[in-house]
């Protein structure tokens, strides 16, 4: 059984912080990697994907992959309120289903 | 160029009742996946059609059940309708390219089951 683990949370942070979320998942044969923003009530919107070990930059988020200790994580630098939202975490094993597995999500909180 | 959509956006059936979602995917996917969410079990993968064809299946009961056109638009169809099944159903489409493959999903349909 593949697994995705994220923290529930709510996982609260001032405007203008950093916002760490983590997901660690099960299937050392993982490939690729995705984080997804769902807004309340709304679909899961693609931010960002990453398929190497090491960091992936766009604007203010941040992906980061260890593929070694089976973790991927997302950075959101100077965080909003508008980025007050579930976010998922998906993993694709790539083992041929190409169907990806994912997390249950967690919730941030952005306060001003 | 147009993203997925999904149609109708709320219904509202009873107990016993059918009913069909539709699915129409971003031009040019050929793959469409579908996920029940419900806020106590996540996202839960029902099955993936490519091709015209049943690729990859979830572990639903047979209630549930879908098809693709040659168009690549697909449908579900659930039977039989239970209270358990008032959640969001959620359409994906991708390219189907392999390990990069990336899916997009559509707006959802909100489904009540009293």
């Known amino acids: 059984q593949k697994e995705v683990e994220q923290n529930s949370g709510p996982l609260s942070v001032p405007e203008g912080a950093i916002a760490s979320l983590n997901c660690t998942y099960s299937?050392?044969?993982?490939?690729?990697f995705f984080w997804y923003r769902q807004y309340s009530g709304k679909s899961p919107e693609l931010i960002m994907f990453i398929y190497s070990n090491g960091d992936k930059e766009d604007g203010r988020f941040t992906a980061q992959l260890n593929k070694a200790s089976q973790y991927v994580s997302l950075l959101i630098r100077d965080s909003q309120p508008s980025d007050s939202a579930t976010y998922l975490c998906?993993?694709?094993?790539?083992?041929?289903?190409?169907?990806?597995?994912f997390g249950r999500g967690t919730s941030l909180i952005v306060h001003p | 160029k147009a993203g997925v959509t999904q149609t109708p956006r709320y219904l509202i059936k009873t107990r016993g009742q059918q009913v069909t979602l539709s699915c129409s995917p971003i031009s040019g996917h050929r793959s469409v996946s579908w996920y029940q969410q419900t806020p106590g079990q996540g996202l839960q993968f029902l099955f993936e059609y490519f091709s015209e064809t049943q690729r990859n299946k979830g572990n639903f009961p047979g209630r549930f059940s879908g098809r693709q056109f040659s168009n690549s638009r697909s449908e579900m169809n659930v039977s039989t309708l239970e209270l358990g099944d008032s959640a969001l159903y959620l359409c994906?489409?991708?390219?189907?390219?392999?390990?990069?493959?990336?899916?997009?999903f559509g707006p959802g349909t909100r489904l009540t089951v009293l």
């Open positions: 998906a993993v694709n094993d790539g083992g041929g289903s190409y169907i990806p597995t």
């Open positions: 299937d050392r044969g993982s490939q690729s």
């Open positions: 994906a489409s991708s390219l189907s390219q392999g390990y990069t493959d990336t899916q997009y």
